[in-house]
């Protein structure tokens, strides 16, 4: 077990219920029809589960794992692909969920394989973003919170695999 543990709730259950479903709207709006959302696992697990059951009509779901290489060591941005998806995207409405957008390397490598497949539009949603760390201007269209730089951990996010099942998002501190 480790040593750092969540101190302080930046982001009560109550903050992240209301502004989920406040998102999951908006794309529901810009969407009334035909949409695809698809999970970047595992941190985006919480959120969209959240996300769905908070929109009205039909959605169809898929799920993709990453990996970044030596994250935190190398500014390259790339990507090992985990687990592929299972949908093809051709002619359909995209959304990608992810749990954070920290310094954008993931999400433009992500939008760049995916729009390779011709949806019909591609968009991301983020529950979290850190401006201050990007690295490339990547572009999310629908952003839950913006963050300042700390460690946060809960709803999906880790510290060396702990700490996702949390219900709120906490900062992490010695
Ligand atoms: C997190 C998050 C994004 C990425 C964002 O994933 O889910 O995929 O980091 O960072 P970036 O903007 O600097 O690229 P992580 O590698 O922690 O994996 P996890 O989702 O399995 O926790």
């Given at each position: 077990m480790s040593e750092l543990t969540p101190n302080e709730i930046l982001l009560s259950e109550d903050q992240i219920r209301t502004r989920v479903a406040e998102m999951a709207l908006e794309i529901r709006r810009d969407f009334p029809d035909d949409l695809h959302l698809i999970a970047v696992l595992k941190g985006a697990f919480m959120f969209l589960s959240d996300l769905v059951r908070a929109m009205p009509g039909h959605v169809s779901l898929d799920f993709m794992a990453v990996s970044s290489y030596a994250k935190g060591t190398t500014s390259s941005g790339e990507v090992r692909m985990l687990k592929d998806l299972e949908i093809a995207l051709e002619g359909r409405n995209v959304v990608i969920v992810e749990d954070i957008v920290d310094t954008g390397l993931t999400l433009t490598y992500l939008q760049e394989i995916l729009r390779a497949r011709n949806p019909k539009q591609l968009r991301t949603a983020c529950l979290?973003?850190?401006?201050?760390?990007?690295q490339v201007d990547v572009k999310v269209e629908y952003i839950g919170f913006t963050i300042e730089d700390r460690f946060v951990v809960g709803y999906g996010l880790d510290f060396a695999e702990q700490f996702?099942?949390?219900p709120h998002i906490a900062v992490v501190g010695p």
């Open positions: 979290l973003s850190k401006p201050s760390r990007r996702r099942n949390l």
